[in-house]
């Protein structure tokens, strides 16, 4: 059980391999004893080993306080290692783990942990049919979909089943924001062309989260060469986004074009069946024992698939300082205490700035004089948003919004609410930014 939470741990900090190297791979190496509310216990093998730790305690702790939801405290004991039996010097063959790891992907977005239903069906069938026959089926993939909907689990999934076919093929998952860093880098260090031979030699590349391109030149034209040679060299590119192509800001006409040109698919926000079956599984994998009547209780509060695993971890770490057995008790517990906080996750000035963010404008303009369609209408979800999931007045609003009086935001509000029923393209827009909200 504790073993699986920490694996389940060094996936979620994944991204520290390339931020921290040391410290990733420092917290590799260690072994969870004990983990309590608050407090987890991990061993490793010498007095050097924890002094290193040590020092860099204070961002574990707060990645796994993140990552299970609730404060805990670190402490390290050394747990000399036993001989072991002795290894070959050298090994020729690399293993399928270092094949899996050398292309980044997380032992835990695999396609028989992938729960189908109507909203994600059909970006499982267009993946599966890239799996089997990559850079024939669709050319580009491009998944998009709000935070969470398992965008990144399917993409890494296909990555996983063709290495598991073919383990020579060259295979990298980048998040997008790597991408741009990395070239960055080459170009900061004057060595672009091992950069592209590092990318335009793929497979099969993965961008995850390419709507960070949106606005980046320099960006954009390297990535229009590295698509053009990978796909024209018998590679498949997979890209996933928060939007679809059309939504992108900034992006050059012909990338917009380049992406659009194999298969587009959305993956919906998950239904409460949906949601209850990844929670099941979540736990399966975890060896965490609940019952399925539970896991309704749990997936009919959370909508949200990443906070869904992180209440899981909470309850099942406060069923730790019991038995272990997660009980109604427990689960009813969890919820009062988290209503009994009542930390309200965002504020004003975060709505105001993801819808910004969003439509791409300027705070300034938001609450300015302003009013071209290209700003208000995020103004107005900016009213709906404020009145919908932060129940402010509507004097309050207009006071944040620097509008005249009340009735301008209760015509915006109305007028959003209207529209949301008649568009659903617009439905989720504004459902993507409530869940960037909710992240
Ligand atoms: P996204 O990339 O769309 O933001 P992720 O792929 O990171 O979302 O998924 C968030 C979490 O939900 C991950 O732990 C993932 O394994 C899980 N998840 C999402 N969809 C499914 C699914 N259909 N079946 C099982 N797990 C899922
Ligand atoms: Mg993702």
């Given at each position: 059980m504790l073993s699986s939470f920490w694996t389940?741990?060094?996936?979620?900090?994944?991204?520290?391999?390339?931020?921290?190297?040391?410290?990733?791979?420092?917290?590799?190496?260690?072994?969870?004893?004990?983990?309590?509310?608050?407090?987890?216990?991990?061993?490793?093998?010498?007095?050097?080993?924890?002094?290193?730790?040590?020092?860099?305690?204070?961002?574990?702790?707060?990645?796994?306080s993140n990552y299970i939801g609730n404060k805990l405290r670190l402490e390290i004991v050394i747990t000399p290692k036993k001989k072991r039996k002795e290894e070959p010097l050298f090994k020729f063959e690399p293993?399928?783990?270092?094949?899996?790891?050398?292309?980044?992907?997380?032992?835990?977005?695999?396609?028989?942990?992938?729960?189908?239903?109507?909203?994600?069906?059909?970006?499982?069938?267009?993946?599966?049919?890239?799996?089997?026959?990559?850079?024939?089926?669709y050319n580009p993939l491009f998944l998009y979909g709000g935070v969470g909907v398992g965008k990144t689990h399917l993409a890494q999934a296909v990555a996983r089943k063709i290495l598991?076919?073919?383990?020579?093929?060259?295979?990298?998952?980048?998040?997008?924001?790597?991408?741009?860093?990395?070239?960055?880098e080459s170009i900061r260090e004057k060595n672009t062309p091992r950069f592209r031979r590092k990318y335009r030699a793929l497979d099969l590349l993965i961008v995850d989260d390419i709507q960070f391109i949106s606005g980046k030149n320099t960006v954009q034209e390297e990535f229009f060469h590295t698509f053009n040679t990978i796909v024209s060299s018998g590679g498949q590119i997979i890209l996933t986004s928060d939007r679809s192509p059309k939504e992108i800001k900034n992006l050059q006409d012909r990338l917009r074009s380049r992406f659009s040109g194999g298969l587009t698919v959305d993956i919906q926000a998950p239904d409460f069946e949906l949601r209850t079956a990844i929670l099941l599984i979540k736990a399966r994998e975890k060896n965490i024992q609940i019952d399925i009547d539970l896991a309704k209780i749990i997936s009919d509060q959370i909508n949200d698939l990443r906070e869904l695993e992180g209440t899981l971890l909470s309850i099942y770490a406060r069923a730790l300082t019991k038995d272990g057995k997660i009980t109604i008790g427990i689960v009813e517990s969890h919820f009062s205490h988290e209503k009994d906080n009542g930390?309200?996750?965002?504020?004003?000035?975060?709505?105001?700035?993801?819808?910004?963010?969003?439509?791409?404008?300027?705070?300034?303009?938001?609450?300015?004089?302003?009013?071209?369609?290209?700003?208000?209408?995020?103004?107005?979800?900016?009213?709906?948003?404020?009145?919908?999931?932060?129940?402010?007045?509507?004097?309050?609003?207009?006071?944040?919004?620097?509008?005249?009086?009340?009735?301008?935001?209760?015509?915006?509000?109305?007028?959003?609410?209207?529209?949301?029923?008649?568009?659903?393209?617009?439905?989720?827009?504004?459902?993507?930014?409530?869940?960037?909200?909710?992240?």
């Open positions: 389940g741990f060094i996936d979620n900090i994944v991204d520290e391999k390339d931020k921290n190297p040391t410290l990733y791979s420092l917290v590799k190496q260690l072994k969870p004893i004990e983990l309590t509310e608050s407090k987890i216990v991990l061993g490793c093998d010498n007095a050097g080993f924890a002094m290193l730790l040590n020092k860099r305690a204070p961002l574990i702790e707060k990645r796994l293993s399928i783990e270092d094949v899996f790891s050398k292309a980044r992907l997380i032992n835990s977005f695999r396609f028989d942990n992938f729960a189908v239903s109507s909203s994600n069906q059909v970006a499982y069938a267009a993946s599966q049919a890239v799996s089997k026959t990559p850079s024939e089926a598991e076919t073919s383990p020579e093929k060259k295979v990298l998952f980048c998040p997008g924001d790597l991408f741009m860093n990395e070239l960055i930390v309200r996750k965002f504020g004003p000035s975060d709505v105001i700035r993801s819808v910004c963010s969003y439509y791409n404008i300027k705070l300034s303009h938001i609450k300015g004089p302003g009013r071209s369609e290209r700003v208000a209408v995020p103004r107005q979800v900016a009213m709906f948003l404020l009145r919908k999931e932060l129940g402010l007045k509507y004097e309050e609003i207009a006071y944040i919004l620097k509008r005249k009086d009340h009735t301008t935001i209760m015509y915006g509000v109305e007028k959003i609410n209207s529209v949301l029923i008649k568009d659903s393209v617009f439905k989720q827009e504004v459902d993507r930014i409530i869940n960037s909200l909710k992240q």
